[in-house]
């Protein structure tokens, strides 16, 4: 079972489980999960394999089916029966594997700046390429130094605008990361390595809300197209937030989660927020 987080459960609430991106863990949802626990929402944080504390064995090859099967064994573990599961980024990769291979499992599904994968076949075997590229840099010139040229990719130039708490809280939580577990991610459920779900989001029946920040245009192209294949989904364009929302515009990403999980009307407005 995957290393996770939890406060006391209460079967008669909703529970979301929320996973984090590349380089990061549990820890990056700190400003949101008191509000959303406030909701009567419980919430379950996991690190992912390579991750955080993640005690997962190295002799395993961590694909979307181990990590998948892992994320329902804590469903089943726990007895849960309405649950949302939410991924950011790599997470959000994880998410919509779970929910393509165990539909029946989850009530809903929140997708943060987050893509189905690669289904062309060059692009696919260049981007498996990169990853390994980057797996290697990562024991080659060590955490440190990773972390530098990571944190200086356009992707996450919003976050510039963040605190100065909050951005030395992000660096140190990346710097305490495993350069092997790292590496072993990126070679075993890397974007390049991971299948394609793209013709499978036709299938997916459950509500799907799918988030990405206005600054962020590669990841608003993907979510306006998955929001083409996905019958049951929402699109949310959020505003001043780039690929990070839930750590850029806490409050909203709160508010979004919250009416979704609990009925509300936000999630079907299609805007701005």
Same mark, same amino acid.
């Given at each position: 079972?995957?290393? !996770?987080?939890?406060? /006391?459960?209460?079967?008669?609430?909703?529970?979301? +489980?929320?996973?984090?991106?590349?380089?990061?863990?549990?820890?990056?949802?700190?400003?949101?999960?008191?509000? #959303?626990? @406030?909701?009567?929402?419980?919430?379950?944080? #996991?690190?992912?394999?390579?991750?955080? @504390? /993640?005690?997962?064995?190295?002799?395993?090859?961590? /694909?979307?089916?181990?990590?998948?099967?892992?994320?329902?064994?804590?469903?089943?573990?726990?007895?849960?029966?309405?649950?949302?599961?939410?991924?950011?980024?790599?997470?959000?990769?994880?998410?919509?594997?779970?929910?393509?291979?165990?539909?029946?499992?989850?009530?809903?599904?929140?997708?943060?700046?987050?893509?189905?994968? +690669?289904?062309?076949?060059?692009? @696919?075997?260049?981007?498996?390429?990169?990853?390994? +590229?980057?797996? &290697?840099?990562?024991?080659?010139? =060590? +955490? &440190?130094?990773?972390?530098?040229?990571?944190?200086?990719?356009?992707?996450?130039?919003?976050?510039?605008?963040?605190?100065?708490?909050?951005?030395?809280?992000?660096?140190?939580?990346?710097?305490?990361?495993?350069?092997? =577990?790292?590496?072993?991610?990126?070679?075993?459920? =890397?974007?390049?390595?991971?299948?394609?779900?793209?013709?499978?989001?036709?299938?997916?029946?459950?509500?799907?809300?799918?988030?990405?920040?206005?600054?962020?245009? @590669?990841?608003?192209?993907?979510?306006?197209?998955?929001?083409?294949?996905?019958?049951?989904? &929402?699109?949310?364009?959020?505003?001043?937030?780039? !690929?990070?929302?839930?750590?850029?515009?806490?409050?909203?990403?709160?508010?979004?989660?919250?009416?979704?999980?609990?009925? =509300?009307?936000?999630?079907?407005?299609?805007?701005?927020?």
């Amino acid at each position: 079972m995957l290393t !996770h987080y939890v406060n /006391d459960i209460d079967h008669n609430k909703p529970t979301v +489980i929320l996973l984090h991106g590349f380089i990061s863990d549990h820890t990056t949802f700190h400003l949101i999960i008191d509000n #959303i626990y @406030k909701q009567n929402i419980n919430v379950i944080t #996991i690190d992912l394999p390579g991750h955080g @504390k /993640d005690h997962s064995t190295h002799d395993v090859t961590w /694909d979307m089916a181990y990590i998948s099967k892992e994320i329902v064994e804590i469903i089943d573990y726990y007895k849960l029966s309405n649950v949302y599961l939410h991924g950011y980024s790599m997470g959000g990769r994880v998410a919509l594997s779970v929910a393509v291979e165990y539909p029946n499992k989850l009530n809903g599904l929140i997708l943060e700046s987050a893509s189905p994968g +690669i289904s062309n076949l060059n692009e @696919k075997l260049n981007r498996i390429e990169l990853d390994n +590229i980057r797996a &290697e840099k990562i024991k080659s010139i =060590g +955490i &440190e130094a990773f972390v530098d040229e990571w944190s200086k990719m356009p992707l996450f130039d919003s976050q510039l605008s963040l605190s100065d708490v909050e951005k030395n809280r992000i660096k140190q939580m990346r710097l305490s990361q495993s350069p092997e =577990g790292l590496a072993k991610s990126l070679t075993d459920y =890397g974007t390049g390595n991971q299948p394609s779900n793209w013709k499978a989001l036709h299938q997916l029946n459950i509500p799907t809300c799918i988030l990405v920040g206005e600054y962020d245009e @590669k990841f608003i192209n993907i979510g306006q197209k998955m929001k083409q294949y996905i019958n049951n989904s &929402e699109f949310h364009i959020v505003n001043r937030a780039g !690929h990070t929302i839930h750590v850029e515009q806490p409050e909203k990403f709160d508010t979004i989660i919250i009416d979704f999980i609990l009925g =509300g009307k936000l999630c079907q407005d299609n805007g701005k927020l």
